[in-house]
């Protein structure tokens, strides 16, 4: 059988054996077949690279005709190119050396074949939504994802608090989703298909650049993407998703499912180009997102909230590439980005495993020498994060900046904007590293972790130290992008302001030049650090905005007011039953009566009309 | 005008009387033995007047139907007084506005 | 065969009925060997006829195009006529009706103590009712079986139900009769104006294209459109649902859900829009904001439930808006979607029911303030609990999304503005949807509750209808074949469609 369809089969296969066995499975066969289902998935990912790598074709698989209704004929269909090959990649490899990391992070709990479950579940919709050769295949994935994504969230559902993260994070992104569904509908109303390549076909021949209609159909899509990838002002819900188990924020909030959004504009590229307002948009949703979470991420104390805060600076960096035009560079970005983030959040996982689910950074610390690998990681992890020279965050923050500082008119200020984001991340990664790392010990490891974290970690080490010089077959897939000559200055910059970030954490953070205490002395400062500890209020914002006109709504209506309707006919019936009643009082001389006096009234009226 | 000796109008003047009693008789009375005679009245009253009727134009219609209403009349006589009977036995009194236990 | 088929399920009820006096666990035995051998009948039945006829368009008003046809005199004075007729849309009804109906009585199995013959006798009597809906083509004969399936519906909410069952049981049966009247009377105007041939003929051949036009015509359409939008149920008619299906008994509820609501959908897509094509097109922007606003409105309140069985009620509510936007919008893909959805939604909401009702035979109780944490002691309800949840938040992959997407994506070519607010539908399905799995099955657990899991017996009805979710997500093409040319038949009736904005709607109108 083809390679091509077995990639998402193994790990679609696994869940569902794992799924029938009804956690009755010894966790040892569950996790050898929950792992290395994705470990076969990603040795195929491979042999097709190096195919691929090797002629440059582009690969196309049909498995059958989904539906077919008038003209309307989306397939269930794979479409390899070298974006597809570079996610799949990150998705398989990345996958699998979360998936052995889990085993032993996983291996107390009850559940472990549940876990197993849903996370090869994930691997295959995510797979599904890479290789899909049409949007309607792509949105099967994309749900998938996001319902993979619930279950894992809340995946400890024995705490309410979980549930209702997990809740956040489907409900907020089926927002984005539901717009996205809309786009779809939009193209393929216009443009009569929803198969990638011939629709961007028929949008050039159809629509100019600058119509409203490509404008508006990349705008719902874009939709999809902020809900998906936690951009403003869809972004809530990936903090609150920290509630999962340490490797699913790993895989599924850190590497692959988040950057969703970076995937589908960049696979959607020819409608975008056609549109420049929204491309605009995308740029701004990206900064703007990349700053508030950045300033966000600074007063968090959570370990794994400011991860996740980071995570979602990040993708505003892949979102501002996207929109000023750099799409390889944002996906070169997106692969980095897995690398180190995966890294940081199992090296994140690790310290949390050691320390009996500590996640406050105050209660950690001095932990450099206890934990020595976990260290090594996190601080590379770190130093990609804040793109110091030659790792692999370097290479491609680089390439972001100068893309933006290149565009005409806005270009410098998302530079700008850009450069004052990395500084925050240099500041807050290393704010991290110094307060968990350094200084004395507060709570003692209780373990060290084995070599199923420990080798996952050196792997993850490696690549995001050599990611950076990794060439991507991107080539063919995007428009090549005019080599633009550089200031040379912009450039210093650029590479001094990530030095300059860490330097100021050292002085805050571990020399204790700067004291952060004196800093947040005044009540100003420390209700600006409260406002962004809380996330800039827009939970808040949205729980009156929304949440709670919605319960009350619902609450309100609860009884049926419908019925009133139809109650209101009862009572009348049951009015004129209790005035009619008097009428039927059982006397006997009164039935006379009446009668007497009906055929008085009967006679009169007859006598009248006769002649 | 053979047969009848006083004028056609003043039977009929007695009858409708006789019915006119008989109709207020039932709508006022509460006992429910003086309902069943003014019942008998009214039917009675009837009956005159069909004899009148058959009298008048030397018919014998008239007095068919009077024996038809005679009929009628015992029959009534003897299931109403088997329910006045009944009545006095539950009720323990003959006023049928005590008895109206078939008000809604 | 179409006779027999219905002759066969009322006398199985009757049989059913006598034999609880020599044993009370034979009626249920009975009832199954009656769904079956109805199945069997069907199926033998459709493999006799080549394959090619499927293909074929069915012209409505041609007897001889239809898969399967049969015509007896019964009140030729009147001219009424036993006239049956089976088309690609019929033939799915059924075996839907009568796989959910083997359903039913599996998930009853022993539920009932109280005069189990009775009970499978109106359940069979129930599904005589429904079959005879599905298949009748004489107008008169069609009102004789709307009312036949009531009846035994009403008896079986009535002595089989929950605390409440008099109450829901009279409201139900008032929504359905009244509104059932109403359509009576537009049958028999229908019946003497529109007849082609000068004499009276309830022959839905004989009627198409000859409604009354005007005030009049829409006047007679409103008594079509009440009757099935009541049975659909459409906002504002859909008040007696939610207590219907909460005193209803299990497999009542799964009935009523399952297969009763489609023949409204029924109903519309067979009688109503093709019978009065201009009044139901002048109608149809009503008719779709009252689909909107019920996917809205059901989505709404089933979110503000604490009854499992209600808020189930009330997402059938929501999901039934699909189906009443897509019938009016009247192009391939959303009346497919429309199709779609009855078929998707009658498997899920069946099991969602099931699921409902073996909760409150084991816990005794529906109120999800009661529950919590279930999943600890009953995984398997769990996990399929989890699987038809996201099913009706319309998960892809599943029957639900096909349905939705086409529907929806159908609609957007008529009218944008409809389908954006119709999609917020999407987002509070998931809203309650997460929310009942939250409240029943995730949250603390109480470690000492003794919950029995699924047996063999219910697991095997739940697998059976997720595979078949499974399918129609995946591959629902022979679903869509199968009713394709019968929309291809009607379509050509309805001239005046809304007029839509696309340049080249696939499948659209001309």
């Known amino acids: ?611 | ?104 | 065969m179409m006779l027999e088929l219905i002759l066969l399920l009322f006398a199985g009820g009757v049989v059913a009925w006598q034999s609880e006096r020599l044993d009370p666990n034979l009626p249920r035995w009975i009832a199954m060997a009656t769904v079956a051998l109805g199945l069997l009948l069907l199926l033998s039945t459709i493999s006799g006829i080549p394959a090619e006829t499927f293909e074929l368009v069915t012209d409505p008003s041609d007897g001889e195009s239809w898969l399967l046809y049969s015509r007896h005199e019964w009140i030729p004075r009147f001219g009424i006529s036993l006239e049956f007729g089976m088309d690609g849309l019929s033939l799915l009804m059924l075996i839907l009706t009568l796989a959910l109906g083997a359903i039913a009585i599996v998930s009853s199995w022993n539920e009932i103590e109280f005069k189990p013959g009775l009970f499978q006798a109106n359940l069979l009597w129930t599904l005589t009712g429904v079959i005879g809906v599905f298949l009748a083509l004489d107008l008169f004969l069609f009102f004789l079986f709307w009312e036949v399936m009531l009846i035994p519906m009403y008896l079986l909410i009535a002595i089989w139900g929950h605390e409440n069952r008099g109450y829901a049981a009279m409201k139900f049966f008032i929504f359905t009769q009244v509104s059932g009247l109403l359509m009576l009377l537009s049958i028999i105007v229908l019946a003497i104006q529109g007849s082609s041939h000068g004499d009276i003929s309830f022959s839905y051949g004989d009627l198409l294209g000859n409604a009354p036009t005007g005030k009049a015509g829409m006047l007679t359409m409103l008594g079509f459109f009440l009757a099935f939008t009541v049975k659909l149920p459409g906002f504002p008619f859909h008040t007696w649902l939610p207590d219907a299906h909460t005193q209803a008994p299990t497999a009542g509820s799964v009935l009523l859900a399952g297969i009763l609501l489609k023949t409204g959908a029924y109903g519309l897509l067979r009688f109503c829009i093709p019978l009065f094509p201009e009044a139901s097109m002048q109608f149809a922007p009503v008719a779709m904001t009252l689909g909107t606003l019920g996917i809205i409105y059901g989505a709404l309140l089933a979110f503000a439930q604490s009854d499992f069985k209600r808020l189930v009620a009330y997402s059938s509510v929501s999901h039934m808006g699909f189906v009443l936007l897509g019938l009016y919008a009247w192009n391939s893909l959303a009346l497919q979607g429309a199709i779609m959805q009855m078929v998707a939604h009658g498997v899920s909401t069946a099991a969602l029911f099931m699921m409902a009702g073996a909760l409150q035979h084991r816990l005794h109780t529906r109120d999800m303030n009661r529950m919590g944490g279930l999943w600890y002691n009953a995984p398997r309800m769990g996990a399929c609990a989890m699987f038809f949840v996201v099913a009706s938040l319309g998960l892809p992959g599943l029957g639900n999304f096909v349905a939705e997407f086409l529907v929806l994506a159908g609609l957007f070519a008529v009218s944008p503005w409809m389908t954006a607010v119709a999609a917020l539908g999407l987002i509070t399905a998931a809203v309650y949807s997460l929310w009942l799995m939250q409240k029943t099955f995730q949250g603390k657990p109480d470690e000492d509750r003794k919950l029995q899991d699924f047996d063999h017996r219910e697991m095997s009805a739940m697998v059976i209808m997720m595979a078949a979710l499974i399918w129609l997500g995946l591959y629902p093409q022979p679903v869509l074949d199968l009713t394709q040319p019968v929309l291809e038949g009607l379509q050509p009736l309805v001239t005046n469609v809304p007029a839509t904005l696309a340049v080249n709607i696939p499948g659209g109108a001309p």
């Open chain 1, 1 to 611: 059988m083809n390679t091509i369809a077995l990639i998402p089969l193994f790990p679609l296969l696994s869940a569902a054996v794992l799924m029938m066995s009804t956690g009755r499975m010894p966790r040892q066969i569950a996790a050898i077949v929950g792992a290395g289902s994705v470990g076969l998935s990603a040795i195929c990912v491979a042999i097709l690279a190096s195919d691929f790598l090797a002629d440059g074709q582009v690969r196309e698989l049909t498995l059958w005709t989904w539906m077919s209704v008038g003209d309307f004929a989306p397939r269930i269909a794979f479409y390899i190119d070298g974006l597809t090959i570079v996610m799949m990649s990150v998705i398989t490899g990345v996958g699998f050396l979360i998936h052995l990391y889990s085993i032993e992070f996983m291996w107390d709990d009850e559940s472990i074949c549940r876990y197993f479950t849903y996370m090869n579940l994930f691997v295959a919709a995510m797979l599904l939504l890479v290789m899909a050769d049409n949007l309607l295949l792509l949105y099967l994935g994309w749900e998938g994802v996001g319902v993979c994504s619930y279950l894992l969230v809340g995946f400890w559902y024995k705490d309410p608090a979980n549930g209702a993260a997990a809740r956040k994070a489907f409900i907020v992104t089926r927002v984005g989703d539901t717009a996205m569904a809309l786009g779809l509908f939009l193209l393929l109303t216009e443009l009569g298909t929803l198969d990638i390549q011939p629709m961007m076909v028929a949008a050039n021949t159809q629509w100019q650049t600058g119509d409203a209609l490509p404008v508006l159909a990349t705008a719902l899509l874009l939709g999809g993407a902020v809900g998906k990838s936690a951009q403003l002002p869809l972004h809530t819900w990936l903090p609150d998703a920290m509630a999962g188990p340490t490797p699913v924020s790993a895989l599924i909030h850190a590497a692959t499912m988040v950057t969703a959004g970076v995937y589908l504009i960049a696979r959607t590229y020819g409608l975008f180009l056609l549109a420049p307002p929204t491309m605009e948009a995308v740029a701004w949703i990206g900064l703007a997102t990349l700053l508030l979470a950045g300033f966000t991420a600074l007063a968090q104390n959570d370990i794994k909230r400011i991860l996740a805060y980071s995570t979602i600076s990040q993708i505003g960096y892949m979102f501002l590439a996207l929109g000023v035009g750099a799409f390889a560079s944002g996906i070169f970005h997106l692969m980095t980005h897995a690398f180190f983030k995966a890294l940081l959040f199992l090296a994140a996982g690790a310290v949390i495993h050691c320390l009996h689910h500590e996640h406050n950074i105050f209660r950690m610390g001095g932990l450099r020498t206890r934990l020595p690998i976990v260290f090594l990681s996190f601080f590379i992890g770190s130093a990609a994060l804040a793109a110091l020279p030659f790792t692999s965050g370097f290479y491609s923050k680089d390439a972001i900046l100068l893309s933006a500082w290149a565009l005409e008119d806005i270009g410098p200020w998302l530079w700008a904007g850009g450069l004052l984001g990395a500084l925050l991340t240099s500041i807050y990664s290393f704010r991290l590293v110094f307060i968990v790392f350094f200084g004395e010990a507060k709570t003692e490891p209780d373990r060290q972790p084995g070599w199923k974290m420990a080798g996952p970690l050196l792997l993850l080490c490696v690549l995001s130290v050599v990611g950076g010089w990794f060439a991507l077959p991107l080539a063919n897939v995007f428009p090549v992008a005019d080599d633009h000559t550089v200031n040379h200055a912009v450039e210093w910059i650029s590479i001094g302001t990530p030095v300059v970030g860490l330097l100021l954490a050292y002085l805050m953070f571990l020399g204790g030049q700067l004291s952060v205490d004196k800093i947040v002395a005044s009540s100003s400062a420390r209700s600006l650090r409260d406002f962004w500890f809380s996330g800039w209020r827009i939970d808040q914002l949205y729980e009156t905005l929304w949440v709670t006109p919605y319960k009350k709504t619902s609450y309100w209506l609860r009884n049926e007011p419908v019925d009133a309707i139809y109650n209101s006919i009862v009572s009348a019936n049951q009015w004129a039953h209790h005035r009619l009643l008097v009428l039927q009082n059982g006397e006997l001389r009164w039935y006379a009566t009446t009668m007497v006096l009906g055929i008085i009234l009967l006679l009169a009226v007859m006598l009248r009309n006769a002649p």
């Open chain 2, 1 to 104: 005008m053979d047969g009848l000796m006083v004028p056609m109008e003043h039977v009929l003047v007695i009858a409708g009387l006789l019915f006119v009693c008989g109709l207020f008789g039932l709508m006022l009375r509460r006992n429910i033995i003086f309902m069943l005679m003014s019942l008998e009245v009214m039917l009675n009253s009837a009956a005159l007047a069909f004899i009148a009727a058959g009298a008048h134009w030397g018919q014998a219609d008239g007095q068919i139907i009077f024996m038809l209403i005679l009929t009628v009349a015992a029959a009534e006589v003897a299931v109403g007084l088997g329910l006045v009977l009944q009545i006095q036995r539950r009720f323990k009194t003959l006023d049928m506005d005590q008895a109206n236990r078939l008000r809604g």
